[in-house]
């Protein structure tokens, strides 16, 4: 036998599921990297746990709207943390592999900043796809961010990773790899 607090769920669910879902879909989740069906789950938990604390909805469709717009802030907001210790840990990994010593030693600032100045002076579009590519992001990673096709990054980031070897030789950095 179903409970009083299931019953006043699905009822819920039953009248008012078109309207969530499309509140969900208006903020166009793909874009971060989210999926609508799971904003919508963690929009049924809420929606469960406010039944079961047994608080009185007076407005539903309001109080709906207020809880698909705190689930969809607090997802932004969880993607926000990530990327943040996600970069830092990338930061932190890029200083600790610089060299002390050898071909970079004799340069007046360090190697990332060298490769930075000169991935500033590539085009806008380039530059963003390339700095992302240099934090270790693989193009499927910046084709998601920046909404683009898949084609249209690696094109994009092979065109400016050329720009850049070219870029640092005109800045002076003449490094070759010799093959055998």
């Known amino acids: 036998m179903r409970t009083r607090q299931?019953?006043?769920?699905?009822?819920?669910?039953?009248?008012?599921?078109?309207y969530l879902r499309s509140l969900v879909l208006k903020f166009n989740l793909n874009r971060?990297?989210?999926e609508a069906e799971d904003l919508m789950q963690d929009?049924?938990?809420?929606?469960w746990k406010i039944i079961i604390d047994e608080k009185k909805i007076d407005n539903p469709?309001?109080?709906?709207?207020?809880?698909v717009e705190t689930a969809v802030l607090d997802q932004i907001r969880k993607i926000r943390r990530e990327e943040e210790v996600f970069t830092s840990e990338r930061q932190k990994l890029i200083s600790e592999i610089e060299p002390k010593t050898g071909l970079y030693h004799n340069?007046?600032?360090s190697p990332k900043e060298y490769i930075l100045k000169a991935a500033d002076r590539l085009m806008d579009s380039r530059k963003t796809v390339v700095k992302l590519y240099?934090?270790?992001?693989?193009?499927?990673?910046?084709?998601?961010?920046?909404?683009y096709s898949?084609?249209?990054?690696?094109?994009l980031l092979y065109r400016g990773l050329a720009d850049l070897r070219t870029t640092l030789k005109e800045m002076g950095f003449n490094y070759e790899k010799k093959r055998r």
Do not use: H, P
């Open 6 to 18: 299931e019953k006043e769920f699905q009822k819920i669910m039953d009248e008012f599921s078109g």
């Open 43 to 47: 929009v049924r938990l809420k929606i």
């Open 150 to 155: 898949r084609a249209k990054t690696r094109n």
């Open 61 to 67: 469709a309001s109080y709906l709207r207020k809880v």
């Open 32 to 34: 971060l990297g989210l």
């Open 107 to 109: 340069l007046d600032c």
């Open 134 to 147: 240099l934090l270790n992001m693989n193009l499927a990673e910046i084709s998601a961010y920046l909404n």
